[in-house]
C-alpha cells in the first residue's frame, strides 16, 4: 500500500492533490489542523494536514475476521495527551467481526466516492464526513459556531469515528464531542474572582446588567467567601444607577463610595483600605464612541491592582461584541463575563470569543435574581451551555 502525507490551505486543495497523485481510489487514513512556517512563534499559517493511501495491488479476496484488538480511539493529539481511561474507550468493542468489518469498508467506499465527486467550490466546507458526524455539524452550526472551530472540532471527530471502526452511536459521538471541546476550553484559565486583587472593575456597554451582575459578585463573596465587601461607582450619569447599587449594599450591609474623578478614587481607595474586595460598578455607554472609554482611565488607576471583567450580552450580534472588545482593547482585560444566558438559545458566540482572543470566561448569569442567578464559568459548565446540556445549571 502507498501511504503519503499531504499539507494543503484547505481540504478542498488537499483533496486535489491527492486526487491527482493517487487516484479517485485513494482513502483518507487521517487528517488534523495544522500550524506551519512564521518567524519567532509569530505570522504562523494555518493548514491541514492529510494522510492518504491507495493500494496498487487490490485484493478481490473476501472479508475475513479480524482478531486483533482495535486502537483505541483516545491517542496523543497535536501534543495533547488523552485520558486512557476515558468512558470513549469503553464503548470500542473488544473484536471486529465480519459484519462490522464490512461496515467500515462501506463507509471507506462511500467516502472514496465522495473524494471523486469533490466539488471543492471556495467558501463551503465540502468535507466527505459521515452522516452521524453531519448531525453534529448542525448542531454545531446552529450554535453559530464559527467555521475555523467546527472544522478542527470535526476533522478530531472523524479520525475517532474510523479508528472506532464507525461503531460509535449518536450518543457515543455526543460524548465525544463533549470531550473534544471540553479538551479545548481548559486549554485556557476559567473561573471567578482570583482574590489576587485587591480591586474587581466591571466594564462593558449600556444595558447589559453590569450592576446587576456586580450586586451577584458581591452577594457570592460576602456569603460564600465571607470576604470584607466595599462598593465603588463611577456611574454618575445615572442617578438610577447609583440608587440601585445603594440598594444591594444596603441589603448585604457593605459601604458605597461615589466617585466622579481619579481623585475621588485614590480617596476611596484609602478609605477602604482594610477590606478584602473592592467592587467597581462603571457607566453603561455607547462604547462604539472611543471617547468614553477614554473616561475611564480618567476616573480609575487600571494599574492599581486592578482585576477588569469586560461584560457582555449574548443577545448581541458577535460582530457588535467584537467591536466592543476592540474599543477596549487599551485596557487589560482579565476575563469575559456573559450575561442573558437564559434569553438565547446560541451559545457559540462566547466560544468564538475566548478562542479568537485566548480569553477566559469568569461566570454567566442566566437571570435578574441576586444572587441565585450567577453560575461560575468552568470549563465543564461552558462545554454543557454551548452543547445545550444545560442552560440553566
Known sequence: MKVKKYVAPSMPEAMKKIRTELGNEAVILNSKVIQTGGFLGLFKKRNIEVIAAIDPKPKMEPVVKNKERPAPIFQESQGSAIPKDSLIQSMVKPDHDEKATEVVLKELNELKALIQNFPAQKGENNIPYPEPI???EQMLLGMEVNEKIREELLIQL????YRSGAHLTKNELQICIKELLLLKISRISHGGIS???????VIGPTGVGKTTTLAKIAAECVLKHKKKVAFITTDTYRIAAIDQLKTYAKILNVPLEVCYNMEDFNKASIQFSQYDIVLIDTAGRNYRNKKYVDDLSEKLDFSNNIETFLVLSLTAKQKDMEEI???FSTITIDKF?????????SYGAMLNLIDKYNIGMAYLTNGQNVPEDMIEAKPEV???????VDRHE
Open 382 to 388: 461552558i462545554t454543557n451551555i454551548i452543547l445545550g
Open 337 to 345: 463575563i456573559f450575561t442573558k444566558v437564559d434569553e438565547t438559545s
Open 134 to 136: 453531519k448531525e453534529v
Open 158 to 161: 472523524l479520525e475517532r469515528w
Open 325 to 327: 472588545y476592540q474599543q
Open 195 to 201: 482574590f489576587t486583587k485587591k480591586f474587581v472593575n
